[in-house]
């Protein structure tokens, strides 16, 4: 620190490169909390739906039970603005290594220097790591700022030969961020109708009914949405698991890029 080739002129300039490192790893943990919050709240709504098909006392026929998960998309829109947060603070401590740039540098700037200087310092890494930051930062912008998010689930239970059948019903999210639509008053009627669809069937709309489709019954399938899991949609928690996971290497390899540099003076 201050001597001739050191990173750091002063203390401050080494408090804040500490303060990008320790602000990262916070936003790292908060990640993680809100990926446990979501797993939690996957393992009640399941005891849930098991104590649901244990008490009914149905004999026969079958139940549906569908509505919306509010708790688990308040916990993936939070889940979504710490990874976004973890990034933004490791783009922050690369930025303290490069001329010209200070640790409020966004990772968008950054993104654009490796592809315009694929040889310079971090530029690799970034490269590698490029697809995966362009789509959280999408699927986070997008959820804070320009939509709210939409998690539905729930059960069936069927009685056959006496016996309680349980099906699960998960909240699925889609992979990638979808085309936005309008919000109607009822967010969540076009899957719940898919779910009836899918698990109960509607009178008249294929593969229930008959050719040709009534007038209600081409409406009804304008408000079902194509929703199913490995169709371009996954389960919540696994998408959490799998994002999470990846925050953690790209994090991991962001540190080790820069302790490579031995905290010498402003890289390329």
């Not at 990262?24 to 990640?31: F, M, N, P, S």
């Not at 909390?33 to 079958?62: K, P, V």
Request: proline share 4%; with cysteine.
């Amino acid at each position: 620190m201050g001597a001739s080739g050191a990173l750091f002129k002063d203390e401050i300039g080494k408090q804040w490169m500490r303060s990008c490192i320790i602000r990262a790893i916070r936003k790292l943990q908060a990640a993680e909390y809100h990926c446990a919050n979501i797993d939690a709240e996957i393992r009640r709504s399941r005891e849930l739906a098991e104590q649901g098909a244990q008490t009914s006392g149905m004999t026969h026929g079958g139940m549906l039970l569908f509505g919306e998960k509010e708790k688990i998309a308040y916990e993936l829109e939070a889940f979504l603005a710490a990874a976004r947060g973890c990034i933004d603070f490791i783009a922050g401590m690369f930025s303290l290594h490069l001329q010209g740039m200070s640790r409020k540098t966004s990772i968008t700037r950054l993104l654009e220097r490796a592809e315009r200087e694929p040889a310079a310092s971090f530029s690799s890494l970034l490269t590698r790591w490029k697809d995966w930051i362009e789509l959280v930062k999408k699927y986070r912008d997008e959820c804070i700022h320009y939509r709210a998010i939409e998690a539905t689930g729930g059960y069936k239970v069927d009685v056959k030969d006496g016996e309680k059948v349980l099906t699960i019903i998960p909240v699925l999210v889609p992979e990638s961020v979808p085309p936005d639509r309008p919000t109607s008053g009822n967010p969540g009627a076009g899957r719940l109708l898919t779910a009836i669809h899918q698990f109960v069937g509607i009178a008249g709309v294929p593969p229930h009914g008959e050719e040709p489709l009534s007038e209600s019954a081409e409406k009804m399938i304008e408000m079902m949405e194509p929703i199913e899991e490995g169709n371009g949609y996954i389960r919540v928690e696994l998408f959490c698991q799998q994002h999470l996971e990846r925050l953690h290497q790209f994090v991991s390899s962001s540190f080790d890029e820069v302790l490579t540099l031995k905290f010498q003076s402003y890289a390329g």
